[in-house]
């Protein structure tokens, strides 16, 4: 019950936020959200004893959504150029035995997190990114749900036994169709205006590629011997474990949107 409930809430406040906000209020939740995730992450790796900056991967990470939302491309990479320089000589002044394995996680991590997030707040600022913000999210709880439940009916064939062993083919299937129809759905019933290839190709890139960032989350976890990445959602974990579907998925909408969404 408490994991429907917190649930619930949130998708509420999800709505909330895409509907009635506005662009910079979207990049601040995003940003604060990709903070909270980096924490997380930056705790996992204690927990495996995976060397890494966790101040600096943080700040950098904030940053870097910062620039990526405000900047232009000399900035994003003076400022890329910079958070790679200060880990690196934080990693040299700190006289880490592990150097690279330091600042490599370091690295990774910010980037892992702070990507998606900052292309989330990108796309949301098109003149129609609400309703692409609300279709990709949307996308991938269909996704997740379908898959789920698909996998527990039907499911026998193991999609990535080592990473995630309750994971199925047939339930990676039937996330990828419950993804499309989901987001077809969505724009048919609440976005007229919003073009039906637009909203196939969230629910294509949920179906196909959220589950990836669900998988690589899942190898983190296993591999640093943690079970949830927090405890700030009851009943769900961390917020990287209700997020990681986006890692991949909204980079890939963004791409997309660049490309053959014009203004």
């Given at each position: 019950m408490i994991r429907i409930i917190s649930g619930l809430l949130l998708a509420l406040a999800f709505?909330?936020?895409?509907?009635?906000?506005?662009?910079?209020?979207f990049f601040a939740i995003a940003?604060?959200?990709?903070?909270?995730?980096?924490?997380?992450?930056?705790?996992?790796?204690e927990a495996g004893s995976a060397p890494s900056h966790k101040?600096?991967?943080?700040t950098g990470g904030a940053a870097f959504c910062a620039v990526v939302y405000l900047g232009d491309a000399t900035a994003i990479t003076a400022v890329t150029g910079s958070i790679v320089a200060v880990t690196a000589a934080a990693s040299l002044f700190n006289r880490s035995k592990d150097?690279?394995?330091?600042?490599?996680?370091?690295?990774?991590?910010?980037?892992?997190?702070a990507v998606p997030f900052s292309t989330l707040a990108l796309i949301y600022s098109h003149p129609d990114g609400r309703f692409y913000v609300i279709?990709?999210?949307a996308?991938?709880?269909?996704?997740?749900?379908?898959?789920?439940?698909?996998?527990r009916a039907v499911g026998k064939r193991k999609l990535a036994p080592s990473i995630s062993p309750g994971k199925t083919v047939e339930g990676f299937v039937g996330g990828a169709v419950g993804a499309l129809a989901g987001a077809v759905a969505v724009k048919m019933l609440f976005m007229p205006t919003v073009a039906i290839e637009h909203a196939a190709a969230a629910g294509i890139i949920a179906g196909l590629l959220g589950p990836l960032g669900d998988l690589a989350e899942s190898y983190i976890k296993r591999n640093m011997g943690v079970k949830d990445s927090g405890w700030i959602i009851?009943?769900?974990?961390?917020?990287?474990d209700r997020v990681d579907s986006l890692l991949f998925s909204s980079i890939s909408f963004y791409i997309y949107m660049v490309t053959f969404i014009t203004t």
């Amino acid at each position: 019950m408490i994991r429907i409930i917190s649930g619930l809430l949130l998708a509420l406040a999800f709505l909330a936020l895409a509907i009635y906000g506005s662009p910079a209020l979207f990049f601040a939740i995003a940003t604060l959200t990709a903070i909270l995730c980096l924490l997380e992450m930056f705790q996992m790796l204690e927990a495996g004893s995976a060397p890494s900056h966790k101040y600096i991967g943080v700040t950098g990470g904030a940053a870097f959504c910062a620039v990526v939302y405000l900047g232009d491309a000399t900035a994003i990479t003076a400022v890329t150029g910079s958070i790679v320089a200060v880990t690196a000589a934080a990693s040299l002044f700190n006289r880490s035995k592990d150097f690279f394995e330091t600042s490599s996680n370091t690295l990774f991590a910010m980037l892992f997190v702070a990507v998606p997030f900052s292309t989330l707040a990108l796309i949301y600022s098109h003149p129609d990114g609400r309703f692409y913000v609300i279709l990709i999210v949307a996308a991938n709880a269909f996704c997740d749900t379908f898959a789920y439940y698909t996998g527990r009916a039907v499911g026998k064939r193991k999609l990535a036994p080592s990473i995630s062993p309750g994971k199925t083919v047939e339930g990676f299937v039937g996330g990828a169709v419950g993804a499309l129809a989901g987001a077809v759905a969505v724009k048919m019933l609440f976005m007229p205006t919003v073009a039906i290839e637009h909203a196939a190709a969230a629910g294509i890139i949920a179906g196909l590629l959220g589950p990836l960032g669900d998988l690589a989350e899942s190898y983190i976890k296993r591999n640093m011997g943690v079970k949830d990445s927090g405890w700030i959602i009851p009943g769900h974990g961390g917020m990287l474990d209700r997020v990681d579907s986006l890692l991949f998925s909204s980079i890939s909408f963004y791409i997309y949107m660049v490309t053959f969404i014009t203004t």
